[in-house]
């Protein structure tokens, strides 16, 4: 890893992290928020695997680390196909957010999850898929009409 990243993510000198490169063409390459709802910031960063996967690293502010994506962890993760859900722009959705996607007719995760923290937004031309902590595990909630 770089030194593109917020200061004082040590989840990035973990051996699970070793060979991941950011990537920075992403629109922010890295997003802040509670994602966990325990009042600690958590960082999300768009990165690819040494084989060539991409997704998303997730820096929880207690330190842990969470790999989603195609070839960066255990089994698929989104319904997207070979789990290339990574979009060119993200964003952090909070709760309030997320709960107003139950307004629109199409083209966002049905039903609309109820998450603990804020949620990661994929944000594509036709739809929004989300990543979510669900207080166990992170989820995918894709945009299927």
């Not at 390459?29 to 768009?46: E, I, N, S, T, V």
């Given at each position: 890893?770089?030194?593109?990243?917020?200061?004082?993510?040590?989840?990035?000198?973990?051996?699970?992290?070793?060979?991941?490169?950011?990537?920075?063409?992403?629109?922010?390459?890295?997003?802040?928020?509670?994602?966990?709802?325990?009042?600690?910031p958590d960082y999300a960063?768009?990165?690819?695997?040494?084989?060539?996967?991409?997704?998303v690293l997730i820096c929880?502010?207690?330190?842990?680390?969470?790999?989603?994506?195609s070839g960066l962890g255990?089994?698929?993760?989104?319904?997207?196909?070979?789990?290339?859900?990574?979009?060119?722009?993200?964003?952090?959705?909070?709760?309030?957010?997320?709960?107003?996607?139950?307004?629109?007719?199409?083209?966002?995760?049905?039903?609309?999850?109820?998450?603990?923290?804020?949620?990661?937004?994929?944000?594509?031309?036709?739809?929004?898929?989300?990543?979510?902590?669900?207080?166990?595990?992170?989820?995918?909630?894709?945009?299927?009409?």
């Amino acid at each position: 890893m770089s030194p593109c990243c917020p200061r004082n993510l040590q989840c990035l000198k973990s051996p699970k992290a070793a060979g991941l490169t950011v990537l920075s063409s992403n629109n922010p390459f890295y997003l802040r928020g509670d994602l966990d709802a325990d009042g600690k910031p958590d960082y999300a960063l768009a990165v690819r695997s040494k084989g060539g996967g991409t997704g998303v690293l997730i820096c929880v502010g207690n330190g842990s680390l969470f790999l989603l994506g195609s070839g960066l962890g255990g089994g698929q993760f989104s319904d997207m196909p070979q789990d290339r859900f990574l979009a060119q722009q993200w964003a952090v959705y909070t709760k309030q957010e997320v709960a107003a996607l139950g307004a629109f007719q199409s083209n966002v995760p049905r039903p609309v999850p109820s998450v603990k923290g804020e949620a990661i937004a994929m944000i594509w031309e036709d739809g929004i898929s989300l990543i979510y902590w669900d207080g166990v595990k992170y989820r995918w909630a894709g945009s299927k009409e």
